[in-house]
């Protein structure tokens, strides 16, 4: 019998819930790990994940088995959980509702990851609001900006 064979490149992109400047630099490669084992563990490919203090982006081989939406909820809530049981703040962290997701051919996978990979030198220069409308446009998706993240 006949195989499928696939890879589907996705690239989702979320933020702090009130787009708060919390995941600090001491810990934020501990999540970055935890959301990569989170992909592996949905036997999906984690390719890069980064991002600065208020949002993050995860760069993903996604078998066509598996949902986006499903693996967005599952990273966010796990990754929630597993901020908040090691204690890295006082309060409460969790996620913004919603996220962007965008697809890529494999021949873009090294623009994507060295966009990706440079996110703090890419944030002097331009902030989050700016990139991700940049996002929305380029991928000429239709918007309504009070539907969007919350921007400070």
Not at 14 to 36: C, M, Q, T
Not at 45 to 73: T, W, Y
Not at 117 to 135: A, C, G, L, M, T
């Amino acid at each position: 019998m006949a195989g499928t064979f696939s890879q589907i490149y996705i690239h989702y992109v979320f933020a702090v819930k009130g787009r708060e400047n919390l995941l600090h630099k001491p810990w934020r490669d501990e999540v970055f790990k935890y959301i990569s084992g989170i992909i592996k563990g949905k036997n999906q490919k984690p390719i890069i994940l980064n991002g600065v203090e208020d949002h993050v982006h995860v760069f993903v081989g996604l078998k066509p088995a598996m949902c986006i939406s499903d693996l967005a909820r599952d990273i966010k809530n796990n990754s929630s959980n597993f901020i908040n049981q090691q204690r890295f703040l006082k309060g409460k962290f969790s996620w913004q509702e919603g996220y962007g997701v965008f697809s890529y051919a494999h021949s873009q996978i090294d623009n994507v990851y060295q966009y990706i990979v440079s996110q703090e030198e890419h944030h002097r220069k331009k902030n989050f609001k700016e990139e991700y409308i940049d996002f929305l446009k380029r991928f000429e998706i239709e918007y309504n900006e009070k539907y969007l993240f919350q921007w400070i």
